[in-house]
């Protein structure tokens, strides 16, 4: 008997639908990720390592437009990966890299990892860049891990463009090392042609500083560091306070900008002690913050967006000015409201550190947990003629302890701390902002400051206004008359060249360009006696701003175990600091004015702020010391932290000129009057 068909039809109906259900499971299967794609297996070598074990492969790349028949223009997108792997026995924290790029690299992008230099991508790293760990900075061990690759090792996605190569070479970097201390690492092997790796080991000589253990690195020394500490924790946001010192002895920074790189989408509600230039709540509003706060079923933020003070990702953060310091909402915070100045420790320590605080947002999925942070990374300061930082990335340190302002025996520790250490750095491709002219009491005649020492090509501030189109950057400066050093570059002109025919010396066609900087200096060799001599100073001032507790240090070779007093600043010997002497004005006269109009300013140039004194130095402490020689002019001068250029030559004695023109002189005068007495004597007879 056959079975009716609807109930054929219905079999086959709940057979379909219950086999549509079954889905595939992995189980543990630890060789696929959340995307379903297999993991990169480590390579073979590191079997063989007992150390940290770092990796570089070349993975793609595709010519881009324009196309180019010039191969060393032609532009290529690549990508890359590269990878850290603990393979020791010790935790390695703070895991630092570095890639020896060598075809003008561009990067577009880098997961896993931030880039070191805290630039803004595209980043050009055609010399080479430093890695570190984010937000993996420690790697642990496969001991106390069971082998979790996951927790000891770190793998960098890189996206970029690169230059210079035939379409079927392999590009790969020079070298890649570890850049932790205490490590050694050989030459990098090759595996193939796209992949290379290197086991770094640890250093046996290496000693390091004994610290006590704990359970985050040991604070760092460097010329500026930054501290970041959460010291409130609520439900969805923090408290954070950023405490800034300088611990350079010739380090200052002058109405400092402070900019870093949010990386989770957080945001500043408010602050206290400083202020972002740019108060605007609309990249929250349209933004992921205010997306998921106008969900019914997600309480974000219970907060007016009207009121927040910055959603930018990476804000521009200034210190607010002394007016505030005793503001109720935005001030009352020891070491803040300094105008954006932060002072050298030895000139005045209270004036060498600036703290302020900052109200972060969070969101998801760090909203969740309290005790989730991430600090911001890319760190960047500047100021108004300081000189160039440049700082690492935030390393996690041993919470701070903050004593009891009341004065009881007791300690507030924050919750979590992170450290940012800045150091001094002068890039090649910039100019100085400020300069040395040198003179002498035995030669008339001034070396100013030589050609574009800082800068030239453009209009400056101040009273410059010539450039490359009218002059020559590689012509030598033309002597001066020291009055000249008291007008500006603009009304020199004249001056030099009267000057030049007056000394018989060339005039070239094309000018040299002005030194185009701001603050100028002159180191003036006033005497020279047998058991001593002076030397004068001057500072001016060409730009329209002021200084406010201005500072200038002197560097010198021979003459420094010499230095007895300098009359009108306050002098301080620096042994340490490669025999400096460091020079700031008295109470009351360190104010270093600005520009200021001529007496009718219709005809008379501006007038430079100056100040100068005079620095006496004894010879008993230096002996066999030529000052007329080189030895009694500076080899470095610095102002406000600044380096400044320095000529590359000093006045010379004239008296073997004078005596040679005596001695050329001399026949000329005895020829001439052997033929008036005998053009007489003919006469005569």
């Not at 979790?148 to 890649?176: E, N, R, S, W």
């Not at 595996?191 to 086991?199: E, F, I, L, Q």
């Amino acid at each position: 008997m056959k079975k009716p068909l609807p109930f054929l039809f219905l079999a086959l109906i709940i057979i379909i639908s219950t086999f549509w259900r079954v889905e595939i499971c992995y189980g543990q299967d630890y060789d696929y990720n959340d995307g379903g794609k297999p993991k990169a297996a480590p390579p073979p070598e590191v079997q063989d390592c007992n150390g940290i074990f770092l990796s570089y492969t070349f993975i793609s790349r595709v010519k881009e437009l324009p196309h180019v028949k010039n191969v060393s223009a032609q532009a290529w997108a690549f990508k890359a990966e590269a990878a850290v792997l603990n393979a020791g026995k010790d935790e390695l924290k703070a895991w630092k890299m570095f890639v020896g790029f060598q075809h003008d690299e561009i990067l577009v992008s880098v997961d896993g990892a931030v880039v070191m230099d805290g630039g803004d991508f595209p980043m050009a790293v055609g010399n080479g860049t430093y890695f570190s760990g984010f937000s993996l900075a420690d790697l642990k061990t496969a001991i106390e891990t069971a082998g979790d690759y996951d927790q000891i090792q770190a793998t960098v996605g890189i996206i970029g463009t690169m230059f210079g190569l035939k379409p079927k070479a392999v590009p790969m970097p020079k070298t890649i090392r570890l850049e932790n201390d205490g490590f050694q690492c050989p030459a990098p092997h090759r595996h193939g042609t796209s992949a290379m790796y290197v086991c770094c080991k640890s250093d046996p000589k290496y000693k390091a500083k004994t610290t006590k253990t704990t359970k985050f690195l040991p604070r760092q020394n460097g010329d500026l560091s930054f501290t970041y500490d959460i010291i409130q924790a609520f439900s969805g946001n923090y408290l954070a306070q950023v405490t800034i010192d300088n611990n350079n002895s010739l380090g200052r920074l002058d109405h400092w900008n402070l900019t870093w790189e949010w990386t989770r989408g957080e945001f500043i509600y408010a602050m206290r002690g400083a202020y972002t230039h740019r108060h605007d709540s609309s990249d929250c509003i349209y933004g992921p913050a205010g997306l998921i706060s106008i969900n019914p079923n997600n309480i974000y933020c219970p907060c007016s967006w009207s009121q927040v003070m910055n959603c930018q990702k990476k804000p521009t953060i200034s210190d607010l000015p002394a007016d505030r310091a005793e503001d109720e909402k935005v001030g009352k915070l020891p070491f803040c409201c300094r105008n954006g100045t932060l002072l050298p420790p030895q000139m005045d320590s209270n004036k060498s550190r600036s703290i302020f605080q900052l109200q972060v947002y969070k969101v998801p999925p760090d909203v969740s947990n309290r005790t989730t942070f991430y600090p911001p990374q890319k760190w960047q300061v500047d100021g108004v003629l300081n000189p160039d930082y440049k700082c690492g990335s935030p390393l996690r340190v041993d919470p701070t302890e903050f004593p009891d302002p009341s004065g009881l025996q007791s300690v507030t520790t924050a919750i979590a701390s992170w450290q940012v250490v800045c150091n001094i750095t002068r890039p090649k491709t910039r100019h100085s902002r400020c300069c040395v002219s040198f003179s002498a009491y035995y030669n008339d005649s001034v070396v100013p400051c030589n050609t574009c020492a800082c800068g030239c090509g453009q209009k400056t501030t101040g009273s410059f206004d010539i450039t490359t189109t009218t002059c020559d950057p590689e012509a030598q400066p033309l002597l001066l008359p020291p009055e000249a050093l008291l007008v500006p570059f603009a009304n020199r002109t004249e001056k030099a060249k009267a000057w030049a025919r007056i000394k018989h010396n060339n005039i070239p066609k094309t000018l040299p360009c002005p030194d185009n900087c701001g603050l100028s200096m002159n180191w003036h060799i006033n005497t020279d006696y047998k058991s001593g001599w002076t030397a004068r100073i001057t500072l001016f001032n060409w730009l329209n701003t002021s200084f406010d507790d201005w500072f200038a240090a002197i560097q010198m070779k021979k003459a420094y175990p010499g230095y007895e007093n300098v009359y009108s600043f306050n002098g301080t010997r620096l042994p340490d600091v490669n025999n400096t002497i460091f020079l700031q004005g008295l109470p009351g006269l360190n104010y270093l004015m600005g520009m200021t109009n001529g007496t009718n300013p219709r005809t008379d140039p501006r007038v430079p702020g100056k100040q100068q004194s005079v620095i006496s130095f004894a010879k008993k402490r230096t002996p066999g010391i030529d000052v007329r020689g080189g030895d009694g002019f500076p080899t470095k001068v610095f102002f406000n932290g600044e380096e400044c250029e320095i000529p590359v030559h000093f006045p010379t004695s004239s008296s073997r000129r004078r005596r040679a023109e005596v001695g050329l002189g001399l026949p000329v005068l005895v020829a001439a009057a052997l033929t008036f007495v005998l053009v007489v004597d003919r006469h005569l007879h």
